[in-house]
Nanobody, 114 residues
């Protein structure tokens, strides 16, 4: 089982992108969705999470600029990224961790130019 991300791309600083993460319903609806990113030469870091009931968490570096949402009927999560900075350049991954397994997408590249 793999999650499927989409929506990455290249934008200028100050621009916006919206990432999507589609998952099978049996693992999506009742579990927390996480968004991570990994920049070249750096470790993967947690960006944001959204619980099955909509409670969100954001890393300090993206607070106020990124917004998590989810559509449980469509088994899809979203990460709206506004006011993007060159430091946001990374491969972005979505993740769902259940008691049975830990699911990842293949990642989508986000590049922000100054």
């Amino acid at each position: 089982v793999q999650l499927v991300e989409s929506g990455g791309g290249s934008v200028q600083a100050g621009g916006s992108l919206r990432l999507s993460c589609a998952a099978p319903g049996n693992i999506f609806r009742f579990n927390k969705l996480g968004w991570y990113r990994q920049a070249p030469g750096k470790q993967r870091e947690l960006v944001a999470t959204i619980s099955s009931t909509g409670t969100t968490y954001y890393a300090d570096s993206v607070k106020g600029r990124f917004t998590c949402s989810r559509d449980n009927a469509e088994n899809t999560g979203y990460l709206q990224m506004n006011s993007l900075k060159p430091g946001d350049t990374a491969v972005y991954y979505c993740n769902i961790a259940t008691i049975i397994d830990n699911y990842w997408g293949a990642g989508t590249q986000v590049t922000v130019s100054s």
